[in-house]
């Protein structure tokens, strides 16, 4: 009996030690920013998520900056990190960071961003192209399928690239609607500039598509401002709450293409133990936008 007794307090210890090892391996998350209810949903669900998995999760945000981003992903480098999440703030720029990372043996996720150029270990993320697809499609009904539209863009992020090329996809169906006009707006405010450029230029604008929310809201300020709240329609992607309010509420926000952080965020920590675990993941894993109109 304490032959059998030792035996299994043997194999208790070694499980313990062995999860306590994998619990202490590090994750690293790297994320664009924390100025955006996505992005603070998306953190909060993969905190929420390592706690339930019991995970070493430690979060770092960028702010938008890629000599932050890289310094981050150095830092989780150094930590001995064994996979890092990464929401890239420029999807070319980060893969001097990838690279390295991967170089050192840790397993690079994307989350919601994709990198370009690199094969990372799996990339979750809402299809932006077919959300690009369907902001075409809103655009073209609302404005009877002819009129004039702008687009408010963030060109070094793949993600956004791939929602403007299915809405210009979108939009050959459609031979009526044209585009006039596409400018850059990152921020809110930056977004405010462009929508007002675009409209004083083209003041037979009847449709703009903001890239994300910030850009959508920004653009209904600026129709407003200009008086053409009559004439003019937006419609934004990323569906949070204010975005979502402003479509109930306000006639120039026509609808917004919906994404789902909380799943993204779960999605990104699950794969990440999995890897950890030795598992296999697939290489894309995405998740298909809704679409929120009055």
């Known amino acids: ?27 690293g998350a790297s994320l664009l920013t924390q100025q955006h209810p996505f992005y603070i949903e998306l953190a909060d669900a993969m905190k929420l998520e390592a706690k339930e998995k019991g995970v070493n999760l430690e979060l770092s945000i960028a702010n938008q900056d890629l000599g932050k981003q890289l310094a981050d ?20 720029g980060v893969l001097p960071a990838i690279k390295k990372a991967q170089n050192a043996g840790i397993k690079v996720i994307t989350v919601d961003v994709p990198a370009k150029g690199v094969e990372v270990t799996s990339y979750i993320g809402t299809d932006n192209y077919i959300g690009g697809v369907k902001a075409g499609e809103l655009m073209a009904k609302e404005l009877g399928n002819k009129g004039n539209i702008a687009i408010i863009d963030y060109p070094t992020v793949q993600s956004v690239v791939l929602r403007i090329d299915g809405f210009k996809k979108a939009l050959t169906d459609y031979p009526e609607v044209k585009i006039v ?21 083209n003041p037979d604008i009847q449709g703009i598509f903001g890239f994300g929310d910030d850009a959508a809201l ?18 934004g992607f990323d569906g949070m709450k204010e ?14 293409i919906r994404q789902y952080p909380d799943k993204m965020g779960k999605e990104a920590v699950d794969t990440a133990v999995k890897v950890l675990a030795g598992e296999n993941v697939p290489l894309e894993q995405p998740i298909e936008p809704g679409v929120y109109t009055k």
């Open 73 to 92: 992903v150095e830092d989780f480098i150094v930590k001995g990190a064994k996979a890092i999440i990464i929401s890239p703030v420029d999807s070319q």
């Open 218 to 235: 920004a653009a209904a300020v600026a129709v407003k401002s200009a008086g053409l709240q009559q004439q003019v329609k937006v419609i």
């Open 1 to 27: 009996m304490k032959k059998i007794f030792k035996q299994l307090m043997y194999g208790s210890a070694i499980a313990v030690a062995c999860s306590s090892a994998w619990a202490a391996d590090l994750i």
């Open 243 to 256: 975005a979502r309010d402003a479509v109930d509420s306000d006639p120039v926000m026509v609808g917004v």
């Open 181 to 201: 006009a596409q400018q850059t707006g990152i921020t809110r405010a930056e977004a405010l500039a462009a929508a007002q450029n675009m409209l004083q230029a």
